[in-house]
């Protein structure tokens, strides 16, 4: 039998407790023995709980315990979730973690104290919630040079985005929806300001080429400046506005950004609308393929931190290849980027033709009725290029109302 703790009986903990209860017949006979949670770490005590037994307060108690092989962390953030999961390894123990910000800040140290005890330290769920997409790059994809990797990575932003487009509604508006139906924080922030998905394609470039990134060094921008008249000139193009995060290779060149993109109906990801969240992974060999599903959730996080123990109890005393060394991989600086891009201008076109003409070159010019502005969709631009454009147009008295980049 292999005794389990877990840490932290929140949503995602008692998911992984619901789970490996539920379908312990199946966890057995693909383990091979009973997988059996021993201890569950909370503040509180529930009372009258199947789990009452189980609950401790104090971390040592797991620590010291030399049954329990495999510890769940689902408590998040960084305090005490970074000091418990490296004392966990240390002291020989595998660990299964969903927490995105716990890898993203300190999980090339962890992945290499697993290394050095010869044990795991595995987090499926903390990208795309229950979709697989971190074995898959690990082992399905191990043979790829991975080109790109592009995702719709939190159900929150897309769930207001998706509202925006389809009902024409503010950003504001939808927001406080979101956070009534539990879709979004009381405090948004994480979600709505992108850092939440520079965390996870932090993590997944790390995976794609086996170098430490630095979260920090991503350009990050969130949907809080999108509006609903975007989403109409949108809707007049054919074309969908996504928060993406994505990171491009060429060679020993990594680019890697967050920010809101118009996509029109041929991108693979123009359809995932929603709570849902999709993931666009790009091989030199394979082509393009598509991971889609719940991006969170209680039982479809639970469901792929479960995966993890399962693997780890089949290895508790070997280290499986995964992850990135300490070596630092270089983010290419996003004014080195090119892009399409879309532009709202106040006024009217013809007036200030030439003078766009000059600097953004051709473009295709949208317009929506009853309004005092005009957009333009402009042919692919060097980042830097666009950026001196647009500076150079508002220096002239020109008057940029929105800017995003388009694949459109």
Known sequence: MIKVAIMGYGTIGSGVYEVLTGNRDKITANVGQEVQVKYILDLRDFPGSPVEDKIVHDFQVIADDPEVQIVVETMGGL???????????????????SNKALVAAHGTELLAIAREKQVNFQFEASVGGGIPIIRPLYECLMGEQIQEITGILNGTTNFILTK??????????VLKEAQELGYAERNPEADVEGYDTCRKIAILTAMATGKEVDFEDIQTEGIT????????????????????????????????????????????????????????????????????????????TASAVVADIIEEAKNLHHNIPL??????????????????????????????????????????????EGTDEFALLTEMLNEKQFRDAKAAFEAADGKVLQVIRAEA
């Open 79 to 97: 305090n005490p979730a970074y000091p418990f999961v490296k004392t966990c390894l240390e002291v020989g123990k595998n660990v299964v973690t």
């Open 164 to 173: 925006m487009d389809k009902e024409g509604a503010s950003f504001d508006a």
């Open 225 to 300: 400046k999108i509006t609903d008249v975007d989403f109409k000139y949108a809707d007049k193009m054919g074309t969908s506005i996504k928060l993406f995060g994505t990171s491009r290779m060429n060679g020993d060149q990594v680019f890697a950004w967050v920010a809101p993109l118009m996509i029109g109906k041929s991108h693979p990801l123009y359809a995932v609308n929603d709570v849902f969240n999709g993931i666009m992974v790009k091989g030199n060999m394979l082509g393009t393929s598509m991971f889609y599903g719940s991006g969170a959730g209680k039982l479809p």
């Open 323 to 368: 992850g990135w060394t300490s070596e630092k991989q270089v983010i290419q600086p996003m004014e080195d980027s090119s892009h399409k891009y879309f532009v709202r201008i106040s006024g009217v076109y013809e007036s200030q033709k030439d003078k766009l003409q000059e600097l953004f070159g051709t473009c295709k010019v949208i317009t929506l």
